[in-house]
């Protein structure tokens, strides 16, 4: 085959991380094709914060401008005990984050990232070739008997080839199975409820306008549980993400509807101002999710089948990183399959893991750290943790300036973060 600049790679899974993967496959020159189980391509509904080794990626695709479109920024973030609401540390984020890290700290609506990724891999003026999608394509089958040409088969009996598969379908990935990965699927024991609140509300309630006079995130640490809530789209929706000890069934079921009164019960010894700004969400906008991730494991390849994402280091949420991790995926994937002909994939690929599954490896263990770092009962730990919290730039034994930093690229896109924020 001749040695050309552009190759095949199917990507499947249209997540945040495989949309992100296409973007900057297809600014690389390839030609990618996503692969996606859902009828059509999206998110759920509820929010995400992109720290800025995240909002780096972003930006290095070109997206500053729609993301402005789209983003809160939030000013602080405040932790406060559970009881009385009293704060045990606040940091400031907004423009210090900038300055610091070249790249902001944002919240958005998922839906709206996403679909700032998805214009961008469909755009007809975008640089490379625009991403093919196809939707309501689940994987269930791969077929390497050409192994230079792994292929993907769906249920509805489509057939997407590649130079390159690559598995960002999520936590339960399917070509992680397929491709006959080691399975490191670990429940926590916990479960979270996700919210969306009106923002309408939370503002014409003073106990609890103070959540839209200045944006900031709040995490709110208890004995087995804790909470944390910003507002996204314009001051739209506060959204909650509420993690407490799983019920019975959450393990089997892996999401399930839920109540506002419910959710509001559940930390009705709390602060008075939690479960008040809770007792405001609409049921419909109220879900259940079991709290599952995997065990680190650096073995990310074989042959020309690689996992990104979810798919290879999915992590509990409670340093908000699974998304941002699977975008510097994403980034790093892009700069090594984008400086080789075929030839060069395979060793490529490999140098793509060596780069990123020992980083994303620590995080997934700092995430997990968290869980008992952040449910600790009142009494000398809690003490020491909170004290804790108070002097240093971070969470566990992570520190911000590591994580936000994010894995070293050999191409950052100095020009769209220099041009913003320099001036
Ligand atoms: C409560 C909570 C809060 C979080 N908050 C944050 C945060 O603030 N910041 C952050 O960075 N991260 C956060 N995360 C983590 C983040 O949501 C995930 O890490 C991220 O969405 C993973 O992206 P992904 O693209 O790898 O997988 P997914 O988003 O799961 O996407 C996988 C895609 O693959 C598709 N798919 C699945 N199976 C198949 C198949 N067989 N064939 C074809 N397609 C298939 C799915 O339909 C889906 O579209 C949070 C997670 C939780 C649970």
Redesign the pocket.
Known sequence: MAASQSFEVVV???????LCAALSLRQRGLRVTV????PQLG?IG?????APN?SRVLFGLGLRTRLEQVRCVPQDQVRRRWADGSIIAQIPLGQRIVEQYGAPYWHYHRADLHGVLMDACLDPEGPGPIVRVATD????DLDRTQPERPAVL?ADGRRFEGDVVIG???????VRDLAGFDDTLVFSGEM?Y?ALIPGDLVAQDPATRFLVDRYHSTIWYGPDKHLVHYMIRGGQHLNV?AIVPANDTIARSWSEPATAAELAAQFGDWDDRVPTVLAKAKDEDVSL?A?YRRRRNPVWVDGRVAL????CH??L?YQ???????MEDAAVLAEELGRVTRDGIDAALVRYVDRRAKHAGMVQDASLRNMSFYHLPDGPEQRERDEKLRRFDGESDVSYHWLWSGSPLTDPDTESVHYQFAR
Do not use: K, N
């Open positions: 499947v899974g249209g997540g945040l991380g495989g692969v996606e189980a859902a998110e509820a929010g995400i914060q992109t995240a394509a689940r994987v269930i769906t960002a379908d999520g936590i339960r990935s399917a979270a996700r993400v999710w709290m990104l994402g979810d798919a999915a992590m949420p908000a990183q699974g998304a941002s991790q699977a």
